[in-house]
């Protein structure tokens, strides 16, 4: 079975840092790309940003140059460093992974509020 935890969501004021982490867990082979998304209230699902096996890293328009998707391929980790945060960020945060051999797997989600 594979397992997905997620944490570092929390309530920070705007200007402010969070890392968010989603480890990956069970008999793998390895993880392909890993990504993530946040869903705001009343907004659909979007893309925040994607990491591939390689390094090869995308991002989002309203989140380049603030946010930094990294992972650690011996801990099957992702990471979301996120700084100088926005009220707009508020949202739920989803990772998402392609596991070798099984398939697509999703987070069950952690929230982000930034508000003053």
């Known amino acids: 079975q594979v397992q997905l935890v997620e944490s570092g969501g929390g309530l920070v004021q705007p200007g402010e840092n969070l890392r968010l982490s989603c480890a990956v867990s069970?008999?793998?082979?390895?993880?392909?790309?890993m990504g993530w998304y946040r869903q705001a209230p009343g907004k659909q699902r979007e893309l925040v940003a994607t990491?591939?096996?390689?390094?090869?890293?995308t991002y989002a328009d309203s989140v380049k140059g603030r946010f930094t998707i990294s992972r650690d391929n011996a801990k099957n980790t992702v990471y979301l460093q996120m700084n100088s945060l926005k009220p707009d960020d508020t949202a739920v945060y989803y990772c998402?992974?392609?596991?070798?051999?099984?398939?697509?797997?999703w987070g069950q989600g952690t929230q982000v509020t930034v508000s003053s």
């Open positions: 998402n992974v392609l596991v070798v051999p099984y398939g697509l797997y």
């Open positions: 069970g008999s793998i082979a390895s993880i392909n790309k």
């Open positions: 990491i591939t096996s390689g390094g090869t890293t």
